[in-house]
């Protein structure tokens, strides 16, 4: 009876082993043959449930549907079968003899491939209009336009691209969603999208339609040349009408899902000219007005007074530095506070872009500021224009007299300060340190009573020492808040050292932000929505145009994941986030 059982066991063990070992794995498709204007259904079927499915990089089609899984299990007369299918639908980008490449699942420990399948693309061929089918109705009633306000702009000058989705006036759109985003990777790319979709009424092709802009974006080009701006892709649910009518009379709609895509926009960007290009050209490109102006013109020694460059106009306001003030090495002259106000639409950036010296005279006289020049192009006059700014004199009425000597001889003009030091009378000895010839006893001395008594005073103070340790253990919101700050800190910090580093600095930059708002506001990270953060700082009595200025940071590390950014514009944004962090740290 044993062995009878050990022999059935035998017999179950080999048939499981064969049965493991009997692992199916093939790619079937819709079609062989196809136009370029066709799609393919790809369908890769297992007879055996698997982990890790990787699909091929389908090399010369996108993919525009997938993957889906359907998974079936039958039992017929006794016997299991299982199929588990991974479809894709891909559309050629390209004419050829094609492949879909291997596919590959885990089963069992082992790694399974399907094999290869040739595919031929031909030119576009005719597809079949049924006047029936939703999927053509759609196509036909539904459109992606991008429309370019300028097909040749120069270097780092505006212009716009608007996404409009056209629908005719007898179809529906239920929802629809972006397969493919363009990256604007040559291109500098602010967003001027509306707040919420308007209906506008429009004409597409001489016919009456009503549109919805999708988004609105802003670009600098940086480069030169023929630039391509990639496509727009959504896949749009709609309803159309047929020529069916119910038995009421009423047309008949049916539903479909399609995709369309706006066409690759290619714009010529024109190099700036090199006649008239000053060596001091910054890169400003635009219309501008430039200032030099000071808090003060008349003042003391040790007073301080602001010297503030100001450039107001429409142009790449980011993308651009202020000249440096040449001031006398007598004054004492600080780093910059820069303060920007821009703002962006549809006919790019303007604003305000302003750099603050904080200016310390130490000595008597009279300090001329030498005048300032700032160049910019002018993309209307395609001319390069220069704004020079007065020459200034600072008079210090009230302080010491600078005694340095001007040495000065037919070969040189230069004159050289010596400043006095400030131990220059040390040798004068003001004090003493004279010792008594008898020396007092320790024991029964004043030091000695305080050594001994001092244990005795020491207990209450480590007594509350202790307890302050115990609340501060306890204190779990006021850690955590105070890890929060600490790690804000750190990332700015860490942001500070990756400066020229796009994708380090923006993710330092708002792991800075986000743990700061968390630690001053007492909110978690799924809290942090840009509506929510504006109300809780509006109810902290902190500033609006400090708000304003936060938001636009955090869209600004958004934005970066996406578009280059020079290092000027990273610079200027570390500088604005430390000044920001300290103004809702006085106003909170």
Excluded at 387 to 395: A, G, K, L, N
């Amino acid at each position: 009876m044993k062995m009878k059982s050990n022999i059935v066991y035998l017999f179950l063990l080999i048939g499981t082993v064969l049965f493991a070992q009997d692992v199916q794995f093939n790619a079937k498709l819709s079609k062989n043959r196809l136009g370029v204007n066709e799609r393919l259904r790809v369908d890769f079927i297992m007879n055996q449930d698997g982990d890790n499915f990787r699909a091929p990089s389908f090399e010369g089609f996108s993919v525009v549907g997938g993957p889906s899984q359907t998974t079936s299990r039958q039992w017929v007369n006794g016997k299991s079968s299982f199929s588990k299918t991974y479809s894709y639908v891909l559309s050629p980008t390209k004419r050829g003899n094609l492949e879909i490449g291997q596919a590959e699942i885990t089963v069992g420990g082992q790694v399974y491939k399907s094999p290869p399948v040739p595919v031929t693309v031909t030119a576009a061929v005719e597809v079949p209009k049924d006047p029936n089918d939703p999927t053509y109705l759609a196509k036909e009633k539904v459109h992606l336009v991008a429309e370019v306000s300028k097909n040749s702009p120069y270097l780092n000058e505006a212009f716009t691209i608007v996404y409009k989705l056209y629908v005719s006036k007898e179809t529906s759109v239920n929802n629809w969603r972006e397969l493919d985003s363009p990256k604007f990777a040559d291109f500098w790319s602010q967003s001027a999208d509306e707040k919420q979709f308007k209906i506008y009424e429009g004409k597409y092709k001489g016919e009456d339609y009503r549109y919805v802009i999708l988004r609105r974006t802003v670009l600098y080009p940086q480069k030169t040349g023929k630039l391509e701006i990639e496509p727009l892709s959504l896949s749009v649910a709609v309803s159309v009408p047929t020529n069916r009518r119910d038995i009421f009379g009423r047309i008949l709609s049916k539903s479909a899902n399609i995709t369309v895509s706006a066409p690759i926009r290619t714009v010529d960007v024109k190099p700036l000219p090199d006649a008239g290009k000053p060596d001091y050209f910054s890169g400003a490109v635009g219309e501008f007005d430039f200032k030099v102006t000071s808090t003060k013109d008349t003042l003391d020694a040790g007073e301080a007074f602001q010297l503030k460059l100001q450039v107001q106009g429409r142009g790449n306001l980011k993308l651009f530095e202020l000249p440096k003030p040449n001031l006398p090495s007598t004054l004492e002259v600080y780093e910059p506070e820069n303060s920007d106000k821009i703002r962006t639409n549809l006919a790019g950036m303007s604003g305000l872009k302003e750099d603050t010296y904080t200016v310390v005279p130490q000595f008597k006289g009279s300090y001329p500021i030498p005048p300032l020049s700032f160049t910019y192009f002018n993309p209307k006059t395609k001319s390069y224009e220069r704004i020079t700014s007065q020459e200034r004199v600072i008079t210090v009425e009230n302080g010491p007299t600078d005694t340095a000597s001007a040495i000065s001889d037919t070969n040189d003009t230069k004159q050289q300060q010596v400043v006095a030091s400030n131990n220059q009378f040390q040798y004068i000895k003001t004090t003493t340190n004279l010792k008594p010839v008898t020396q007092e006893k320790f024991f029964k001395s004043t030091l000695f009573w305080m050594l001994s008594l001092l244990p005795f005073l020491l207990i209450p103070i480590a007594i509350l020492v202790r307890k302050r340790k115990e609340s501060y253990a306890n204190d779990v919101t006021g850690n955590r808040i105070r890890k929060a700050d600490k790690l804000a800190r750190k990332f700015l910090a860490t942001a500070k050292k990756n400066l020229g580093s796009q994708k380090e600095f923006y993710i330092a930059m708002e792991r800075a932000l986000h743990n700061y708002l968390k630690a001053k506001l007492n909110i978690t990270t799924s809290e942090m929505s840009k509506d929510r953060i504006t109300r809780l700082l509006k109810e902290r009595d902190v500033d609006q145009n400090t708000t304003i200025e936060f938001i636009s940071l955090l869209e600004s590390c958004e934005f970066a994941r996406y578009t280059p950014a020079s290092s000027v514009a990273m610079q200027q944004d570390y500088d604005k986030a430390v000044r920001v962090i300290s103004a809702i740290d006085k106003q909170l």
